[in-house]
């Protein structure tokens, strides 16, 4: 029998600086409709990390806030995952640079690149490390600035923010609760829906491509992984998505027979975070007393690649 899952405690590290559709459209000479990015993609701003801030730095803020939530020392955590596309450096991983200024002596530490879909794919690497014995403590985090692969005088600026999130988990005895499984999915056909070419360059989107390619996509990770594990779409308390777009999302509740107010939402203030969207996401809920012991979590993502997935967690 696997050991349980337990999410002990989690962080956040966002930008002070706040950007608003309004002032991207008054300052940047952005061609948008900020009445209609809200509307329509729920975004109203976004916050922007100041110059010489790097992703790391969010990281380890986050890692630091999670540790502190838990009362738990830095030198227990045995493993380190930095879900991030926009790293430091090409190498090393961001994962050691966190390492390093979080107090993080004792743990394996390295970064997985799945993009938006990034902190799925690292919770679901997390969690079978754990449940094979490999780690007991784990450090799950997302952090993304993407302000800086932004081309502001381009409509689609409106998407990105700058962010962070950690989520510290614990494997434990078998209990009723605390059960994790997780359907990650990929499809290299749609590889270049949206891309960043090189050192310097923007990203590329394809809207129309991505919003296609996801709504197919995350909804089958969802049947799949509640059917796996004898569940339906009634028996889910709560979902934490990714945060693309409000419209994107909504028909994925609509496809995966969800109702939209079991989602979880805060891209009206902070935008698409890119790896960072999930963890940012859980934290408010959980501080805002949103879950509960025994609650159905989904975790839901898709991201480019093209890659999507969807987990359950049984909270404890």
Known sequence: MKPALRVISTGVCLPERIVTNDEIRRERNAAIDPQWVENTLGIRQRRIAEDGVQTSDLAAKAAREALRNAGVAADSIDLVIVATSSPDQRAPATACFVQKKAGLTNAIAFDVSAVCSGFLFSLTTAASMLHAGQARRALVIGADIYSRVTDWGRRDCV?????????????????????FDAEL????????????????????????AVFNAAKHAVPRCINEVLARNGMTSSDVDIVVPHQPSRSLLGEIARRADI?????????????NTVG?????????????GKVHSGDRMLFAAAGAGFTAGAAIHHWC
């Open 159 to 179: 998407f990105f923010g700058d962010g962070s999130g950690a989520a510290l988990l614990e494997s434990g005895p078998q209990t009723a609760h605390g059960h």
């Open 185 to 208: 999915f990929t499809d290299s056909t749609a590889a270049q829906a949206f891309s960043i070419k090189g050192q310097g360059d923007s990203f590329d989107m394809n809207g129309p």
């Open 259 to 271: 109702p939209f107010d079991r989602f979880h939402l805060n891209m009206d203030r902070y935008a």
């Open 276 to 288: 960072a969207t999930i963890p940012i996401a859980l934290h408010e809920a959980v501080m805002a």
